[in-house]
């Protein structure tokens, strides 16, 4: 994967998990990283895999979801023969990102993205 498709793929889901936390005042960081692992649960459901695990349904995570899938499914083989695994890593990067910056508050991951994004 290109480096600018990566940076694409991220200012993607970015700007919906913005989107997110403005919207959702009970999304905090810790929500927000259960719903990138439930994420990617549902989209390796829509390829076959996963096919035993369950994808956790509640209000405050099910738009980042939704969100994250969308952008997965628009993308995957299409964006410069974007990989499920490639989209993956860039998800479990975001994921990493927020658990870091939740060490400055619940919501912090959150506050960050709605400057830079």
Known sequence: MEPN????LC???EIGLCD???QT???ND???????????IALKQKYGFAKN???ISRPAIDRV??????TGLDNIGKTGDLTLKEYIAVVNKI????????VFGPRAYGDFIKNYV
């Open 20 to 22: 997110e936390y403005l």
């Open 11 to 13: 200012q993607a889901i």
């Open 95 to 102: 994921k990493r990102s927020v658990a870091r910056h939740s």
């Open 53 to 55: 695990e369950t994808v």
């Open 25 to 27: 005042p009970e999304l």
């Open 5 to 8: 498709q990566e940076l694409y």
């Open 30 to 40: 810790a929500l927000c990283i259960i719903a990138l692992d439930n994420a990617i």
């Open 65 to 70: 979801i939704s969100h994250v899938v969308n």
